[in-house]
């Protein structure tokens, strides 16, 4: 069990199931961030019939605005199974390829998912729907409050706060940070955040087009300018740009005419470019912490690791980080759990390489992007050229992307949404639960190395007859062992 930090004392072992159901405690877990990662997670949770505390520092009703606008097959897959995915759907636009480098075309349609393309709509758009899931699983809500402190003993985790009343303090069984890249969690628990900054002075703006830019999300670098424009679908387009020749604070004003500018300088035009809803400036780091867990204290989201904006990887890497962990808090919490502590364990030992990759993959992508010297331009054809003759590597390329070509190892891959004698697979995971998917006439039992108990498993039997195999699917869509 990881343990690195600066909290109070060594947790148990053993957790007792028991503990923290009574009214000795304020809730099963405490959640601190209400962006999607910390909503989801917190819906997850109270749907499991757990007590659920999610606190949050922005004032409610206060509009969320960040940089997020893509959803990619995999996010999609897992919203899906809490059946959300198609009403997401309609407040945004499909983009069925992506072009970068000016000529290379990544063809998303050949995913094999029932989501083959790339939403692009707004965080927010996410987070309403993650937020009325769990207002409406009974999550307790509490906005304008603010974590100043924590510490953990051998069965709790209690956490200081600032509410809009004042000082208060809540005491949970475990505490998830879910809280950013300025994490008060990380800071109270003494995890560093190593890393560097990656690229500077970035301008962004949702804007209005006189001409349609196409279907494609587009990136495209020209001389010292690099901008990327996609379609959200409602008739507004995201907009990134960089300037190598204006590099300036976070701070100093981004004018509509830097952006525009900006633009057509790297895209050959400006498509048009007429009206600004939002424009900001802001600089992108490459950090990871090194551990996800200490000891009742877990981060998730941009509160573990953040990367540069290629290839939109960040939002849906924080989901995925929610999907893993949250299934995994309710078996232990409730007592289902075959061998809680390595359970728990696997979060760090599942997610945290998942990271590390995104900042790899991310990394390169931008330092391509705003590739410089001969040498590195060139460095950048022969990869755009090798991507655009050899298939496999730009459908790898595309399903790390995606998200769809990631697993945990030979025994932890992602299950496509399968047909089944009772329905469709992601339908019948919006129970929270395994399923034992096996052949008509068989009712294999779990094996003892199975991570829950087996009364916790949905039967279910393959729509197609010809198939023999029998197989284990966790919650988050994965495969678990069958082994005796």
Do not use: C
Not at 225 to 237: K, N, Q, R, V
Not at 312 to 322: E, F, P, V, Y
């Amino acid at each position: 069990m990881s343990t690195t930090g600066t909290t109070s004392n060594t947790p148990d072992p053993t957790p007792d199931p028991a503990v923290g159901t009574g009214h000795d405690l304020d809730a099963d877990v405490l959640v601190v961030g209400a962006g999607p990662t910390g909503l989801l997670l917190a819906g997850d949770l109270a749907a499991a019939g757990l007590r659920v505390t999610l606190v949050e520092r922005r004032p409610q009703g206060l509009s969320n605005l960040t940089r997020a606008f893509s959803v990619h097959a995999r996010t999609l897959e897992q919203l899906d199974a809490r059946g959300l995915a198609d009403e997401l759907l309609t407040t945004g636009s499909r983009i069925r390829g992506l072009r970068i480098f000016g000529g290379l075309d990544l063809d998303l349609s050949r995913l094999p998912s029932r989501f083959p393309f790339l939403l692009t709509t707004p965080q927010y758009e996410v987070e309403r729907l993650l937020e009325r899931r769990a207002l409406s699983t009974g999550v307790d809500f509490r906005y304008g409050t603010e974590l100043r402190g924590l510490r953990q003993d051998a069965d709790t985790v209690t956490a200081e706060l600032t509410g809009p009343d004042g000082p208060i303090t809540l005491r949970a069984r475990y505490l998830v940070g879910a809280d950013g890249v300025r994490s008060a969690v990380r800071a109270a628990i003494g995890l560093p955040f190593p890393g560097t900054s990656v690229i500077r002075s970035m301008v962004l703006a949702d804007v209005r087009l006189t001409e349609e830019p196409g279907r494609r999300l587009t990136v495209s670098a020209s001389g010292n300018a690099l901008a990327f424009i996609a379609p959200f679908g409602d008739g507004w387009y995201r907009v990134i740009g960089w300037d190598r020749d204006h590099q300036v604070p976070d701070s100093e004003p981004v004018t509509f005419e830097e952006v525009r500018d900006i633009a057509r300088r790297a895209l050959g035009r400006d498509f048009g470019m007429h009206e600004a809803r939002w424009v900001s400036r802001f600089h992108s780091d490459e950090r990871q912490v090194p551990d996800y867990r200490s000891g009742r204290v877990f981060l998730a989201g941009d509160a573990a690791h953040v990367h540069s904006p290629a290839g939109g990887q960040g939002m849906n890497t924080g989901l995925q980080d929610a999907a893993n962990l949250s299934w995994k808090l309710a078996a232990v919490l409730r007592g289902e759990a075959t061998d809680p502590e390595a359970l728990l364990d696997s979060y760090q030992t599942e997610r945290h390489p998942i990271g590390a990759l995104v900042l790899r993959s991310s990394g390169t992508l931008i330092r391509l992007a705003i590739a410089h010297s001969p040498l590195q331009r060139a460095a950048r054809a022969v990869a755009s050229r090798m991507l655009g003759v050899v298939r496999p590597a730009a459908d790898r390329v595309v399903g790390q992307i995606s998200g769809i070509g990631l697993s945990y190892g030979p025994e932890a891959r992602r299950v496509p949404d399968l047909e089944l004698r009772e329905g469709r697979l992601y339908e019948l995971l919006r129970e929270g639960r395994f399923v034992l998917i096996a052949p008509e006439g068989t009712s294999p039992a779990l094996p003892r190395t199975a991570p829950v108990a087996p009364e916790r498993a949905i039967r279910a039997t393959w729509a197609d007859r010809a198939r023999r195999d029998t197989i284990l699917v966790r919650p988050d869509g994965y495969t678990a062992p069958l082994g005796a």
